[in-house]
Structures are given as C-alpha cells and as structure tokens.
C-alpha cells in the first residue's frame, strides 16, 4: 500500500523549475512517429503516463530512448505496426494521438478508447469528426476502434466544440493529407501551437496554430529534428497557489508567464501579491485569503486542470466562494474527499459553493486522477494532523517529483509505502 502524507506545514519558502509541460509532452511524443529521422524531444518529463508510452513505442517498433541528459531520443524509421494495445491505449488518455499520427503512414491504425482520468467518458467524437472529413473511415469494437484511409484529402473541418485534443489530432493527420486543410473552432491553447511548432520544425507547413482557424498544407514527409517542450503552466499555477494556502514565498522558474494569465489574474483576485518576471513568477502569500468566483473554460481562460487545486485554496477564503465547471461539468470528485476533512462544500449542477474560513482535519482521503490529488495535497498543508491520500498513481501521472519540490520548499509531506497481507488492506485504509 502506497500513500502520501502530509502533515500541518509552515509558511512555504524558495523556488522550484518548473519541467516540460505534460499534456504538451503527450502530443510530442506521438507526433515525432510521423517523421522520416530521428527526432529529440527536450524537457519532457518523467511522469508514469510514460511507462505506457514506452511499452507501446515497443510494440510498434518506435526506437525511444531517454538519454543520460535528460532528452527523449525517437528513431521512427523502423515502426511496422500500427496496432496499439487496447490494454495500454485504455492506460492513459492521450493515446488517441497515435491515430492521427500513424494514420497517414500506415492507412490503418487500430487503438483501444483512451484512459486516464475520466470525467464521465470523455468523449472523442470531435477526433472522429476530423478523420472523416479527412476522408477515413472509423469502425467501433468492443474495445478498441480502427481508423482507415486509403488516401487522406485536404478539408475544410468545422469543430462543433472547442478541444485541444481534437485540434492537436486533426493537425497530425492533415499534416501528410495531400492537398490543404482548414480547422475552423481550434483550440488556441499554448500546447496546441507547441505541437505545431515542432510539426513545423520537421517539415509541416502549419499556419494559424494559437488562432481559431489553423491552415495545414499537406506535404509528403517530415525530417527529423530537435524541439524543447513548453513548461508546464498547469504545475506552476498549482506551486503558486500552495504559497496562498500556507503564506511565505515562492518564485516559480522556467515558465512562460503569458501562458498563466488566467491563474495569475485569480490568484491576485484572492489576494496573492505576484510578481512576473521574464521567465518566472513569484507568488507572495500573507495566509489571508479573498473569496472569489472562478469558472472554467478552453484557453485563455481559467484552465479546467487548476480548477480543483483552486478549490482548495478557497477553503482558505472566509465568506463564500463560487466554482463552477463549464469543460467537464462531472469534475467534483474531490469535493467528498475535502468534506472528509471539514470542508463545507455543497454541489449544484455544475457548480461548488464554497463557505470557507473552516479548519480542515486531516484523514484518509483518496485521489481520483491527477489534480484532485494536487488538490488534497494542498489541503493537508494547513489541516490539523495527518492526512493521507491514496491513488498515488493518479499523481505521479502528471507530476515528476511533486513530494521532492514540496519538501524542498519547507512542506512537511512524504511518500509511505506499507506491506500488507496480499488481499488485505491495513485498518487505515478507505
């Protein structure tokens, strides 16, 4: 049995770098199969989504290798499969940027439905959607769905809802398309123009890429290359916002802080002095928090992945706070997590009313993907006691060493591992 503990901390002092962006690394990563040479990735992270990568990179014949300085080497230039285990597909949600990958090369590529957190099934009809304007076919399987295209066309694709993942997905496959493709409704995330920029850099013809209409002129092979992954907005806004559950100060480095306009901008709206340097953002938190209202929505708004250790913060702010969850309505399952703890929440539709000002007690808590576990570790930092949080796996998925960074920033919090009968679970478990 595995879990974290945390333990009542004092105010957080330092700094911490900030890695290689996760959701920006997934699509990276799936995308240098498209090249004819090898590609070196730097910056990514070295988070447990990337097991499974491995093991897939394996069965398909990718070369992928971490190299002793930290970089992801990819030699393409022997993939003979374009078969991905249902198994390791279902592992992690951004699999499904294999099929927009490997599609053009292969003309058939069969995947399992994507894993990962999962807030209600998220759907992939949007990727769909792109595919077959692209000319494809899909059939759906038990457990696993093909995509088949004798030849992909240039089109005109018109998203009925804004996703990044569909934008990324439908730029991989239009990249090899013959002829010119439009994605009207495109996300304009800082990931999306990441993927592109590495696109770009081995050959693509990408124009657009952080505007709603990106154009994509299809040409018949990628070289290989080097690109540096962007830093990770989504881990630093959670580093700042530990700073305003605890007080003290903490500069967050390597980061691009026109990304983080959005958190920055709540996190001052809850009374957080920030201060924003060239590559750098420094929080200074005071321990007094302001009630306030957030709600999610795509880039450059308040992003749905900093919602929920944003909630914790507000548990700080007395009077009422207001979050409500516009990009994945279902995304709450940390809210009876924190009323374990003493936290007055109450959830309406697709919105948390929030009473703050309550001491928080710690317990056994259990996270059920990777920022509600941001989320609790935020909130054992100022409860009373010990809280221990379960689902490690869930945050080592989007986290390198988020204990080691805590730790060194003054928090009290450890990784515990506990043997247990096999089939049992020890008194303290939930």
Not at 53 to 73: P, S
Not at 123 to 150: C, M, N, W
Not at 339 to 354: H, V
């Amino acid at each position: 049995m595995r879990y974290i503990q945390v333990e009542t901390s004092g105010a957080l002092n330092g700094s911490v770098h900030i890695p290689g962006s996760k959701n920006s690394s997934l699509a990276l990563l799936a995308a240098a199969c498209m090249a004819d040479d090898v590609v070196t990735l730097e910056g990514i992270p070295a988070i447990d989504d990337m097991r499974q990568i491995v093991g897939i990179a394996r069965d398909i014949g990718l070369d992928l290798q971490r190299q002793d300085n930290g970089d992801v080497r990819l030699d393409p230039r022997f993939i003979h499969s374009a078969t991905i285990d249902p198994g390791k597909a279902s592992a992690y949600r951004a699999s499904y940027y294999f099929a927009g990958a490997l599609l053009a090369k292969f003309g058939r590529v069969t995947i399992g439905f994507p894993g990962g957190d999962d807030f209600k099934s998220r759907p992939i009809d949007q990727h769909i959607k792109a595919f077959q304007a692209l000319g494809a076919t899909v059939t759906f399987r038990e457990d696993h769905y093909v995509v088949e295209a004798s030849e992909l066309r240039g089109a005109d694709i018109y998203f009925d809802t804004i996703s990044h993942g569909a934008t990324v997905n439908g730029m991989l496959a239009a990249v090899r398309a013959k002829g010119r493709t439009h994605l009207y409704h495109a996300a304009v995330d800082p990931e999306v123009v990441d993927a592109a920029a590495l696109l770009n850099q081995l050959g693509a013809r990408i124009y657009g890429a952080g505007t709603d209409c990106i154009r994509i002129e299809g040409v018949p092979y990628l070289n290989g290359g080097i690109h540096a992954v962007i830093p990770d907005r989504l881990v630093a806004g959670s580093f700042l916002m530990a700073v305003g559950m605890t007080g003290g100060q903490v500069t967050v480095k390597d980061v691009i802080p026109e990304h983080m306009g959005s958190c920055i901008a709540k996190l001052k709206e809850a009374g957080l002095e920030i201060e924003i340097g060239e590559n750098s953002v420094t929080a200074i938190g005071s321990g007094i928090v302001k009630a306030t209202r957030i709600r999610t929505s795509m880039y450059p708004g308040f992003a749905t992945d900093l919602q929920q250790p944003m909630t914790a913060l507000l548990l700080m702010a007395k009077g009422k706070s207001i979050v409500t969850e516009k990009v994945f309505p279902h995304r709450f399952n940390h809210v009876p997590q924190l009323r374990r703890m003493g936290a007055e929440i109450e959830l309406r539709k697709d919105s948390a009313f929030i009473k703050g000002g309550r001491p928080l007690v710690g317990d056994w808590v259990h996270a059920t993907d990777v920022r509600a576990g941001t989320c609790l570790v935020l909130a054992g930092l100022v409860a009373e006691g010990q809280t221990r949080i379960t689902g490690v796996e869930h945050v080592e998925r989007g986290y390198t060493d988020i204990i080691g960074s805590l730790r060194s920033l003054g928090a009290n919090i450890s990784l515990v591992e506990r043997k247990t009968e096999a089939g049992q679970c020890g008194s303290d478990c939930i």
